[in-house]
């Protein structure tokens, strides 16, 4: 058996302290999913009584896939629309694009904040100049409390900041609806 001093024992303890940390960490890191669509469809305003003549397309772009996906945010996005109500099934159809620009997050910490931006244009099908235009920025920080594990953090921190941006723009939507029907 071979004996360590007291130097030695040390440096070999922090060793494996250290060692241990790291794969706790790797662990509790684990892999991020993209956002799923439950979990982005947000509860929205009522529009009906403000309701353009006509129905809608949703079309999503800029998503990389690694948080967030284009076709689970339209999914998301179309869902919230529909329930709004603000836009009818007859006549004239419009054209809504959210192009998403970014989604930053955290990677380390017991918080983890995820930022979601999304440039929205609501035209005519027949034009290419919007009607109504906006850049919405959101944010949701998850704690530990949410998740104890970060990948699952970062996903519920994703989800909830683009649900909020979905909640913005479909109530930015129901009151320009609002104003056009009273101006």
């Known amino acids: 058996m071979i004996k360590l001093g007291n130097r030695e024992n040390r440096k070999m303890k922090g060793i494996t302290r250290n060692f241990l940390i790291i794969t706790t960490l790797a662990f509790l890191y684990g892999c991020v999913s993209p ?88 035209r005519p099908m027949e034009s290419s100049k919007p009607i109504w235009a906006a850049v919405i920025a959101t944010d949701h920080t998850a704690t530990v409390g949410d998740n104890f594990v970060a990948a699952q953090r970062i996903q519920t921190a994703v989800e909830e900041a683009a649900k909020k941006n979905i909640q913005s723009a479909v109530g930015a939507v129901v009151l320009f609806a609002k104003q056009e029907s009273e101006g």
């Open 35 to 122: 956002a799923t669509v439950e979990d982005m469809v947000p509860d929205v305003p009522s529009g009906e009584a403000y309701a353009f003549d006509g129905g809608y397309n949703l079309a999503v772009s800029g998503a990389d896939g690694d948080y967030v996906t284009n076709v689970g945010f339209q999914s998301a996005a179309i869902q919230a629309f529909d329930a709004s109500g603000v836009f009818s099934d007859s006549g004239k159809k419009f054209i809504i694009s959210a192009s998403i620009l970014s989604v930053v997050t955290d990677n380390f910490g017991l918080d983890l904040e995820a930022k979601v931006r999304v440039k929205w244009e609501l």
